[in-house]
Protein backbone atom coordinates (compact mmCIF):
# COMPACT_ATOMS: atom_id res chain seq x y z
CA UNK A 1 0.00 0.00 0.00
CA UNK A 2 1.52 3.34 -0.92
CA UNK A 3 1.83 6.11 1.51
CA UNK A 4 -1.12 8.48 1.46
CA UNK A 5 -0.31 12.49 1.37
CA UNK A 6 -0.77 12.61 5.08
CA UNK A 7 0.77 11.15 7.35
CA UNK A 8 2.48 7.65 7.14
CA UNK A 9 -0.58 5.83 9.07
CA UNK A 10 -3.19 7.91 7.38
CA UNK A 11 -3.21 5.26 4.50
CA UNK A 12 -3.96 2.12 6.74
CA UNK A 13 -6.99 1.11 9.05
CA UNK A 14 -4.72 0.54 11.95
CA UNK A 15 -1.41 -0.02 13.38
CA UNK A 16 -0.10 -3.00 14.75
CA UNK A 17 2.66 -2.25 17.20
CA UNK A 18 5.74 -4.24 19.18
CA UNK A 19 6.74 -2.80 22.48
CA UNK A 20 10.09 -3.84 23.60
CA UNK A 21 12.27 -1.60 21.57
CA UNK A 22 10.02 0.21 19.90
CA UNK A 23 7.43 1.59 23.41
CA UNK A 24 9.40 1.11 25.91
CA UNK A 25 13.19 -0.25 26.72
CA UNK A 26 12.83 -2.29 29.75
CA UNK A 27 10.65 0.54 32.43
CA UNK A 28 11.20 3.24 30.31
CA UNK A 29 9.58 4.67 26.95
CA UNK A 30 11.47 4.99 23.69
CA UNK A 31 12.06 8.84 23.13
CA UNK A 32 9.03 10.74 21.31
CA UNK A 33 7.23 6.91 21.38
CA UNK A 34 4.67 8.17 23.62
CA UNK A 35 3.78 11.38 22.05
CA UNK A 36 3.62 9.98 18.50
CA UNK A 37 1.45 6.97 19.34
CA UNK A 38 -0.56 9.66 21.09
CA UNK A 39 -1.14 11.48 17.75
CA UNK A 40 -2.40 8.81 15.79
CA UNK A 41 -5.80 9.01 15.35
CA UNK A 42 -6.48 5.19 14.09
CA UNK A 43 -6.76 2.46 16.04
CA UNK A 44 -3.16 0.52 17.69
CA UNK A 45 -3.00 -2.91 18.81
CA UNK A 46 -0.23 -3.62 21.03
CA UNK A 47 1.20 -7.39 19.92
CA UNK A 48 4.48 -8.50 21.72
CA UNK A 49 6.13 -12.32 21.74
CA UNK A 50 6.37 -11.58 25.19
CA UNK A 51 4.22 -14.46 26.76
CA UNK A 52 4.65 -14.01 30.74
CA UNK A 53 2.80 -11.04 31.25
CA UNK A 54 -1.05 -10.70 31.09
CA UNK A 55 -2.85 -7.78 28.85
CA UNK A 56 -3.66 -6.24 31.57
CA UNK A 57 -0.51 -5.81 33.14
CA UNK A 58 0.94 -4.63 29.57
CA UNK A 59 -1.67 -2.19 29.39
CA UNK A 60 -0.83 -0.73 32.55
CA UNK A 61 2.84 -0.45 31.95
CA UNK A 62 1.87 1.67 28.81
CA UNK A 63 -1.04 3.72 30.81
CA UNK A 64 2.04 4.18 33.02
CA UNK A 65 4.15 5.81 30.36
CA UNK A 66 1.13 7.63 29.51
CA UNK A 67 -0.60 6.22 26.83
CA UNK A 68 -4.21 5.48 27.21
CA UNK A 69 -4.80 1.41 26.62
CA UNK A 70 -7.02 -1.32 27.61
CA UNK A 71 -5.91 -4.61 28.17
CA UNK A 72 -8.06 -5.43 24.59
CA UNK A 73 -5.25 -3.26 23.02
CA UNK A 74 -2.62 -5.66 23.91
CA UNK A 75 -2.22 -9.20 22.24
CA UNK A 76 0.24 -11.32 23.52
CA UNK A 77 1.63 -14.30 22.16
CA UNK A 78 0.09 -16.51 25.19
CA UNK A 79 -3.28 -15.56 23.73
CA UNK A 80 -2.64 -16.31 20.20
CA UNK A 81 -1.28 -19.72 21.41
CA UNK A 82 -4.33 -20.52 23.63
CA UNK A 83 -6.71 -19.34 20.38
CA UNK A 84 -5.23 -22.30 18.74
CA UNK A 85 -5.47 -25.03 21.14
CA UNK A 86 -9.01 -24.17 21.34
CA UNK A 87 -8.89 -24.77 17.83
CA UNK A 88 -7.45 -28.51 18.28
CA UNK A 89 -8.74 -29.91 21.61
CA UNK A 90 -12.14 -30.52 23.33
CA UNK A 91 -14.18 -28.27 25.11
CA UNK A 92 -12.37 -28.10 28.71
CA UNK A 93 -9.34 -30.14 27.61
CA UNK A 94 -6.87 -30.17 30.23
CA UNK A 95 -3.44 -28.12 29.17
CA UNK A 96 0.03 -28.02 30.65
CA UNK A 97 1.09 -24.42 31.15
CA UNK A 98 4.80 -23.63 30.81
CA UNK A 99 5.44 -20.04 31.64
CA UNK A 100 4.36 -17.17 33.46
CA UNK A 101 1.13 -16.00 34.37
CA UNK A 102 0.37 -14.86 31.41
CA UNK A 103 0.00 -18.30 29.92
CA UNK A 104 -2.39 -19.47 32.45
CA UNK A 105 -4.97 -16.46 31.99
CA UNK A 106 -4.62 -17.05 28.54
CA UNK A 107 -5.64 -20.67 28.97
CA UNK A 108 -8.33 -20.20 31.41
CA UNK A 109 -9.82 -16.94 29.32
CA UNK A 110 -10.28 -19.79 26.16
CA UNK A 111 -12.55 -22.26 28.72
CA UNK A 112 -9.57 -24.68 29.09
CA UNK A 113 -8.16 -26.00 32.08
CA UNK A 114 -4.93 -25.35 33.38
CA UNK A 115 -2.48 -27.86 34.68
CA UNK A 116 0.25 -26.67 36.60
CA UNK A 117 3.66 -28.79 36.35
CA UNK A 118 3.34 -29.20 40.33
CA UNK A 119 0.26 -30.93 39.73
CA UNK A 120 1.97 -33.16 36.98
CA UNK A 121 4.35 -33.74 39.16
CA UNK A 122 2.56 -34.82 41.98
CA UNK A 123 0.01 -36.78 39.68
CA UNK A 124 2.46 -38.22 37.04
CA UNK A 125 -0.48 -40.73 36.38
CA UNK A 126 -2.18 -37.47 34.82
CA UNK A 127 -2.83 -36.95 31.02
CA UNK A 128 -3.13 -33.61 29.52
CA UNK A 129 -4.29 -33.05 25.98
CA UNK A 130 -2.08 -30.25 25.02
CA UNK A 131 0.94 -28.35 26.44
CA UNK A 132 1.40 -24.24 25.95
CA UNK A 133 4.73 -23.53 26.63
CA UNK A 134 5.80 -19.83 27.44
CA UNK A 135 8.39 -17.54 28.58
CA UNK A 136 8.42 -17.14 32.73
CA UNK A 137 11.44 -15.97 34.93
CA UNK A 138 10.56 -18.79 36.96
CA UNK A 139 10.43 -21.44 34.79
CA UNK A 140 12.53 -24.22 36.34
CA UNK A 141 14.61 -27.41 34.98
CA UNK A 142 12.19 -29.52 36.40
CA UNK A 143 9.32 -28.14 34.40
CA UNK A 144 10.75 -28.17 31.35
CA UNK A 145 10.61 -32.16 32.44
CA UNK A 146 6.83 -32.12 32.71
CA UNK A 147 6.23 -30.36 28.94
CA UNK A 148 8.72 -32.96 28.20
CA UNK A 149 7.37 -35.68 29.53
CA UNK A 150 3.67 -34.65 28.59
CA UNK A 151 5.07 -34.00 24.34
CA UNK A 152 6.72 -37.09 24.41
CA UNK A 153 2.96 -38.83 25.62
CA UNK A 154 1.26 -37.14 22.74
CA UNK A 155 0.44 -33.97 24.37
CA UNK A 156 -0.03 -31.41 21.41
CA UNK A 157 2.41 -28.88 21.96
CA UNK A 158 2.07 -25.09 21.24
CA UNK A 159 5.30 -22.76 21.77
CA UNK A 160 4.10 -18.76 22.17
CA UNK A 161 7.71 -18.09 20.35
CA UNK A 162 11.40 -19.40 20.15
CA UNK A 163 12.94 -15.71 20.53
CA UNK A 164 16.64 -17.38 21.39
CA UNK A 165 17.70 -14.12 23.60
CA UNK A 166 15.34 -11.67 25.50
CA UNK A 167 17.03 -8.00 26.62
CA UNK A 168 17.07 -7.17 30.14
CA UNK A 169 18.39 -4.43 31.97
CA UNK A 170 21.07 -6.70 32.91
CA UNK A 171 21.97 -7.43 29.40
CA UNK A 172 20.72 -10.79 27.25
CA UNK A 173 19.36 -13.69 28.99
CA UNK A 174 17.89 -16.60 27.40
CA UNK A 175 14.57 -16.57 25.93
CA UNK A 176 11.50 -18.59 25.32
CA UNK A 177 13.49 -20.76 21.95
CA UNK A 178 16.39 -21.58 24.29
CA UNK A 179 13.69 -23.36 26.82
CA UNK A 180 11.89 -24.84 24.03
CA UNK A 181 14.77 -26.25 22.36
CA UNK A 182 15.04 -27.94 25.60
CA UNK A 183 12.06 -29.60 25.65
CA UNK A 184 12.55 -30.05 21.55
CA UNK A 185 15.83 -32.27 22.21
CA UNK A 186 14.25 -34.49 25.08
CA UNK A 187 11.33 -35.12 23.09
CA UNK A 188 12.36 -35.49 19.70
CA UNK A 189 8.90 -33.27 18.84
CA UNK A 190 8.31 -30.24 17.33
CA UNK A 191 6.00 -27.43 18.49
CA UNK A 192 3.12 -25.58 16.72
CA UNK A 193 4.58 -21.86 17.15
CA UNK A 194 2.15 -18.99 16.98
CA UNK A 195 4.21 -15.79 17.68
CA UNK A 196 6.31 -13.47 15.42
CA UNK A 197 7.83 -14.71 12.94
CA UNK A 198 4.32 -17.03 12.32
CA UNK A 199 1.24 -15.39 11.30
CA UNK A 200 -1.13 -16.26 13.85
CA UNK A 201 -0.26 -13.37 16.81
CA UNK A 202 -0.73 -11.23 13.53
CA UNK A 203 -4.09 -12.82 12.77
CA UNK A 204 -5.78 -12.48 15.97
CA UNK A 205 -4.46 -8.85 16.04
CA UNK A 206 -6.39 -8.12 12.53
CA UNK A 207 -9.21 -10.55 13.89
CA UNK A 208 -9.63 -8.24 16.86
CA UNK A 209 -9.53 -4.86 14.71
CA UNK A 210 -12.00 -6.56 12.08
CA UNK A 211 -9.86 -5.51 9.22
CA UNK A 212 -7.84 -8.09 6.40
CA UNK A 213 -4.19 -7.76 7.29
CA UNK A 214 -3.49 -5.66 3.42
CA UNK A 215 -5.17 -2.93 5.95
CA UNK A 216 -2.99 -3.12 8.71
CA UNK A 217 0.65 -1.23 9.33
CA UNK A 218 2.65 -3.87 11.55
CA UNK A 219 5.54 -1.44 12.97
CA UNK A 220 8.95 -3.34 15.10
CA UNK A 221 12.58 -2.90 15.46
CA UNK A 222 13.10 -7.04 14.57
CA UNK A 223 13.54 -8.20 11.46
CA UNK A 224 13.70 -11.56 12.10
CA UNK A 225 10.39 -11.30 14.04
CA UNK A 226 8.45 -8.36 13.79
CA UNK A 227 9.36 -8.18 9.94
CA UNK A 228 9.03 -11.68 9.43
CA UNK A 229 6.26 -12.11 11.26
CA UNK A 230 4.43 -8.84 8.82
CA UNK A 231 5.23 -10.49 5.86
CA UNK A 232 3.87 -14.04 6.40
CA UNK A 233 0.57 -12.51 7.63
CA UNK A 234 0.07 -10.24 4.22
CA UNK A 235 0.72 -6.93 6.55
CA UNK A 236 2.82 -4.34 4.93
CA UNK A 237 5.52 -3.16 8.11
CA UNK A 238 7.53 -0.44 9.33
CA UNK A 239 11.21 -0.76 10.59
CA UNK A 240 11.92 1.53 13.28
CA UNK A 241 15.56 2.43 14.48
CA UNK A 242 15.51 2.38 17.85
CA UNK A 243 15.41 -1.13 18.90
CA UNK A 244 17.58 -3.94 17.86
CA UNK A 245 17.91 -4.15 14.22
CA UNK A 246 19.91 -1.32 12.17
CA UNK A 247 20.28 0.22 8.60
CA UNK A 248 23.50 -2.56 8.47
CA UNK A 249 21.23 -5.51 8.78
CA UNK A 250 18.33 -4.62 7.41
CA UNK A 251 21.27 -4.27 4.11
CA UNK A 252 21.49 -8.01 3.88
CA UNK A 253 18.10 -8.88 4.87
CA UNK A 254 16.90 -11.36 2.07
CA UNK A 255 12.85 -10.09 0.81
CA UNK A 256 11.18 -12.39 3.19
CA UNK A 257 12.89 -9.91 5.95
CA UNK A 258 12.63 -6.67 4.07
CA UNK A 259 10.02 -4.01 5.43
CA UNK A 260 7.84 -1.61 3.39
CA UNK A 261 8.97 1.62 4.93
CA UNK A 262 12.20 2.42 7.22
CA UNK A 263 11.46 4.78 10.01
CA UNK A 264 14.31 6.73 12.22
CA UNK A 265 11.13 6.69 14.98
CA UNK A 266 7.71 6.46 15.76
CA UNK A 267 7.05 10.03 14.52
CA UNK A 268 7.48 8.66 11.63
CA UNK A 269 3.86 7.55 11.22
CA UNK A 270 2.56 11.00 11.31
CA UNK A 271 4.77 12.87 8.63
CA UNK A 272 4.56 12.26 5.13
CA UNK A 273 6.85 9.70 3.90
CA UNK A 274 9.36 9.80 1.47
CA UNK A 275 10.00 6.60 -0.26
CA UNK A 276 13.28 5.55 -2.31
CA UNK A 277 12.24 5.80 -6.11
CA UNK A 278 14.66 4.96 -8.86
CA UNK A 279 15.59 7.33 -11.76
CA UNK A 280 17.92 5.73 -14.37
CA UNK A 281 20.71 4.51 -12.70
CA UNK A 282 19.97 6.52 -9.79
CA UNK A 283 18.23 5.85 -6.51
CA UNK A 284 17.20 9.11 -5.41
CA UNK A 285 14.79 9.73 -1.60
CA UNK A 286 13.94 13.32 -0.52
CA UNK A 287 17.02 15.48 -1.27
CA UNK A 288 19.27 12.61 -1.84
CA UNK A 289 20.67 10.92 -4.98
CA UNK A 290 23.03 8.30 -5.13
CA UNK A 291 24.47 5.23 -7.16
CA UNK A 292 27.20 2.24 -6.52
CA UNK A 293 30.29 2.89 -8.92
CA UNK A 294 33.05 0.21 -9.00
CA UNK A 295 31.90 -0.86 -5.77
CA UNK A 296 31.88 2.79 -4.00
CA UNK A 297 28.93 5.04 -3.41
CA UNK A 298 28.31 7.97 -6.14
CA UNK A 299 26.04 10.84 -4.62
CA UNK A 300 24.98 13.50 -6.35
CA UNK A 301 23.13 15.11 -3.73
CA UNK A 302 23.19 14.69 -0.05
CA UNK A 303 20.10 14.38 1.92
CA UNK A 304 19.13 13.95 5.82
CA UNK A 305 20.91 10.67 7.31
CA UNK A 306 16.96 8.77 6.89
CA UNK A 307 16.85 9.91 2.99
CA UNK A 308 20.35 8.94 2.73
CA UNK A 309 19.60 5.25 4.53
CA UNK A 310 16.82 4.40 2.18
CA UNK A 311 18.21 5.58 -1.07
CA UNK A 312 21.29 3.59 -0.12
CA UNK A 313 19.25 0.47 1.35
CA UNK A 314 16.84 0.37 -2.22
CA UNK A 315 20.11 0.63 -4.12
CA UNK A 316 22.34 -1.98 -2.15
CA UNK A 317 19.18 -4.61 -2.36
CA UNK A 318 18.93 -4.16 -6.47
CA UNK A 319 22.20 -4.95 -6.46
CA UNK A 320 22.25 -7.83 -4.43
CA UNK A 321 19.11 -9.23 -5.88
CA UNK A 322 20.87 -8.78 -9.62
CA UNK A 323 23.97 -10.06 -8.36
CA UNK A 324 25.92 -6.48 -9.16
CA UNK A 325 27.12 -6.63 -5.23
CA UNK A 326 28.37 -9.24 -2.74
CA UNK A 327 27.49 -9.38 0.47
CA UNK A 328 31.58 -7.90 1.44
CA UNK A 329 30.34 -5.22 -0.62
CA UNK A 330 27.48 -4.43 0.94
CA UNK A 331 28.65 -4.55 4.23
CA UNK A 332 31.66 -1.65 3.55
CA UNK A 333 29.23 0.62 1.58
CA UNK A 334 26.15 0.30 4.40
CA UNK A 335 28.55 1.37 6.96
CA UNK A 336 28.58 4.67 5.50
CA UNK A 337 24.99 5.49 5.35
CA UNK A 338 23.93 3.81 8.79
CA UNK A 339 23.98 6.47 11.42
CA UNK A 340 22.27 4.90 13.98
CA UNK A 341 25.37 2.11 14.84
Given at each position: ??A????????????????????????D???????????????????????????????G?????????????V????????????????????????G????R?????????V?????????????????????????????????????????????????????????????????????????G??????????????????????????R?????D????????????????????????????????????????????????T??Y????T????????????????????????G??????????????????????????????????????
Open positions: MASSGGLADGYAAVVCDLDGVVYRGPAVDHAVAALTALSIPIVYATNNASRTPDEVAHLTDLGLHVRARDATSSQAGAAALVELLPPGAPVLAIGVGVEALQHQGLEVGPEQTRESPERPVAGVLQGYGATVTAADLAEAAYAVAGGAVWVATNTDGTLPTHRGTAPGNGTLVAAVQRASQSPRVVGKPYAPLYELCAARLEQQPSLLAVGRLDTDIAGAVAAGMDSALVLTGIDSVSTLAGAPAALRPTYLLEDLRSLTEAPAEDYAWWVCGGDRRRVVEGAWEVATRTSIEAARAGIACLHEGLDLGDLDEQTVRRLVAEIDAWQ
